[in-house]
C-alpha cells in the first residue's frame, strides 16, 4: 500500500482542486494514520481471504415484493385527470434546475 504522507494529501487535494491550512493537513495525516493501523488489524485475521466479501452487514429479506405480472394500463386521459398541469398528453412541472 502506498504511504500516506503530506505530499501525498497536497497532491491529492491538488488533484481535487482545493487546499486546506497546515493544521488541516495534519490532522487529516493523523487520520490517516489511524485507519491504517485498524486495516492492519483487520488484515492480520485468519482466513480472512477465504471469506466472501458482504454487500450489507445484516440479511436482506427481499421476499414481501410482489411478483411483477402485466396489468392493463390506466387509459390516458384516465391517468392525467388528477394533474394540476397538463401539456402535450404529459403532466408538466415546474422548472427545477437553472
Known amino acids: 500500500m502506498k504511504e500516506i504522507n503530506l505530499e501525498v494529501l497536497k497532491d491529492a487535494a491538488n488533484r ?3 487546499d486546506m491550512s497546515p493544521e488541516e493537513y ?15 488489524t483487520i488484515g492480520k485475521i ?5 471469506m466472501e ?5 445484516f ?6 415484493l410482489r ?6 394500463a390506466l387509459p390516458r386521459d384516465e391517468a392525467l385527470k388528477n ?5 402535450d398528453h ?3 412541472l415546474p422548472k427545477v434546475v437553472g
Open 16 to 18: 481535487l482542486m482545493f
Open 26 to 40: 495534519q490532522t487529516l495525516l493523523e487520520e490517516f494514520s489511524i485507519l491504517t493501523k485498524q486495516m492492519e
Open 46 to 50: 485468519e482466513g480472512l481471504d477465504e
Open 53 to 57: 466479501p458482504m454487500t450489507f452487514p
Open 59 to 64: 440479511p436482506c429479506e427481499t421476499s414481501f
Open 67 to 72: 411478483e411483477d405480472e402485466p396489468e392493463v
Open 83 to 87: 394533474a394540476g398541469s397538463v401539456q
Open 90 to 92: 404529459q403532466i408538466k
